[in-house]
């Protein structure tokens, strides 16, 4: 039998959650050192974590392979971008990959918006020039970086 307060409260859980998520990733944006807010740490770990930093490279690999294989079920809207900066793409994957070395949580989520946004150059024909420099930049915040290498 349906109930709808369970529903209600359902919602308003995805909700909250994804409230906390937002609020989140705006702090951690500029999360390129090793401090992170006790209130957000959760998310930290979530992003730095060797899962998602698994899912994220694979993803990258699919998307370069993906530019090179006629057959391929994945199509992304920028091929050509993807063709010319393969080397760059395959760097980045190799350093999420890359266990022994910690990442930050902004550089995680700039990762993230790499794959993740329609608008970022990866996708969009008009950033076509601006995705090798992207590309690299988070390959760049990516590293924790101290207090005096910040000032």
Not at 6 to 14: C, K
Not at 39 to 48: E, F, G, N, V
Not at 80 to 93: E, I, S, T, W
Not at 131 to 138: A, P, V
Request: with cysteine; glycine share 4%.
């Amino acid at each position: 039998m349906h109930n709808p307060f369970r529903s209600a409260l359902t919602v308003t859980g995805y909700w909250l959650k994804a409230t906390q998520r937002r609020a989140a990733d705006e702090w951690l944006q500029s999360a390129t050192g090793t401090f992170v807010p006790e209130q957000y740490s959760w998310r930290a770990q979530q992003l730095c974590s060797k899962r998602n930093r698994s899912i994220l490279a694979g993803t990258l690999r699919r998307i370069e392979e993906s530019a090179f294989d006629p057959n391929s079920r994945w199509r992304i809207a920028n091929v050509a971008a993807v063709r010319a900066n393969r080397q760059p793409l395959r760097n980045l994957a190799r350093r999420l990959e890359d266990a022994n070395q910690a990442v930050t949580p902004a550089g995680m989520l700039r990762a993230t918006h790499l794959i993740t946004d329609g608008s970022s150059p990866l996708y969009n024909p008009a950033k076509t020039q601006q995705l090798e420099r992207f590309i690299e930049s988070t390959i760049e915040l990516l590293e924790p970086r101290t207090a005096t290498q910040a000032a």
